[in-house]
């Protein structure tokens, strides 16, 4: 049996993993004495099916948490695969997974984009967590303190961070990368500036994304760089006027000296105008 395609298994301490899948959706894999914590069940049960085959590569203990970063459908779709899991979640994500509208409108999109899994995602059974938090939870799991942070709005309402205190080892699902420019069409990028800043403050020297290599604690810091900056420059053009035909492109110029070399820089300036209306409906 080989590891599906195009992932790879990192072991980042003794029986702690991430599943890093090019281009896609990153998993973590955490084995405990006698059961295993999944982070992110990904995008369609397909993939949910073969993160558990791969897990099976490791041991044969079963899977009794998942913990879903946040509600995006490339990382909380699999739940369904996990029917004799704990599904946990901040209760933001529950009622994100819960909007009936949110939902339609994210299908929608998955299937329009035609990709491999656009067919599969027609069917797909969102399948709300079981259980969720509000600020922090501990759970004491195979001889280590796993702590599920929530430090303000982010990429999503309810972003959940994973930390290892003792590892110094940390889960950032979509709010941090290295060296990406996350998604930001559900953002509050206003609150975002906060959550980074909380978040870089967190005793971390690796962290694991929901996409792209693992990270150092540096990147974190470029990672919450790029969102103070992008917001800054937002804001900066909003304050003076500027036309909504040339301002995404402003705001672009301005970030390149910098952040050039971030994935997905290629088509940041049309995603800008999201980052605009996204502050515009919040501070109204
Ligand atoms: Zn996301």
């Known amino acids: 049996m080989e590891l599906?395609?195009?992932?790879?298994?990192?072991?980042?301490?003794?029986?702690?993993?991430?599943?890093?899948?090019?281009?896609?959706?990153?998993?973590?894999?955490?084995?405990?004495?006698?059961?295993?914590?999944?982070?992110?069940?990904?995008?369609?049960?397909?993939?949910?099916?073969?993160?558990?085959?791969?897990?099976?590569?490791?041991?044969?203990k079963p899977i009794e948490y998942v913990i879903d970063t946040h509600s995006h459908w490339d990382h909380a779709w699999g739940n369904e695969e996990?029917?004799?899991?704990?599904?946990?979640?901040?209760?933001?994500?529950?009622?994100?997974?819960?909007?009936?509208e949110w939902n339609r409108q994210w299908r929608e999109k998955v299937v329009a984009a035609n990709d491999p899994w656009s067919e599969e995602a027609k069917?797909?059974?969102?399948?709300?967590?079981?259980?969720?938090?509000?600020?922090?939870?501990?759970?004491?799991?195979?001889?280590?303190?796993?702590?599920l942070l929530y430090l303000g709005k982010a990429h999503t309402s309810g972003d959940v961070f994973i930390h290892l205190p003792a590892e110094k080892l940390l889960f950032t699902g979509d709010v941090a990368q290295d060296g990406g420019i996350p998604y930001l069409g559900d953002s509050y990028p206003i609150d975002w500036l906060d959550t980074d800043d909380r978040l870089v403050e967190v005793d971390a020297d690796r962290f694991v994304s929901g996409h792209g290599p693992i990270g150092k604690h540096s990147a974190l810091i470029e990672a919450r760089d790029f969102i103070h900056e992008l917001v800054g420059n937002?804001?900066?053009?909003?304050?003076?006027?500027?036309?909504?035909?040339?301002?995404?492109?402003?705001?672009?110029?301005?970030?390149?000296?910098?952040?050039?070399?971030?994935?997905?820089?290629?088509?940041f300036a049309e995603k800008i105008e999201e980052v605009f209306e996204r502050i515009e409906q919040q501070s109204k």
């Open 123 to 147: 069917l797909v059974n969102i399948t709300p967590p079981d259980l969720t938090f509000q600020d922090t939870m501990s759970l004491h799991f195979g001889g280590r303190e796993i702590k």
């Open 82 to 100: 996990f029917p004799d899991a704990t599904i946990v979640a901040h209760e933001n994500a529950r009622d994100e997974m819960l909007d009936v």
């Open 4 to 60: 599906t395609p195009g992932t790879e298994i990192v072991e980042l301490e003794t029986g702690v993993f991430a599943r890093l899948h090019a281009g896609l959706t990153n998993a973590g894999i955490i084995i405990g004495d006698n059961s295993v914590l999944v982070i992110d069940s990904l995008r369609v049960p397909s993939f949910a099916r073969d993160l558990i085959s791969d897990v099976k590569h490791l041991t044969d």
């Open 234 to 267: 937002v804001q900066d053009s909003i304050e003076t006027n500027e036309s909504t035909n040339s301002r995404s492109q402003t705001v672009y110029k301005k970030m390149e000296y910098r952040f050039s070399g971030f994935r997905g820089f290629e088509t």
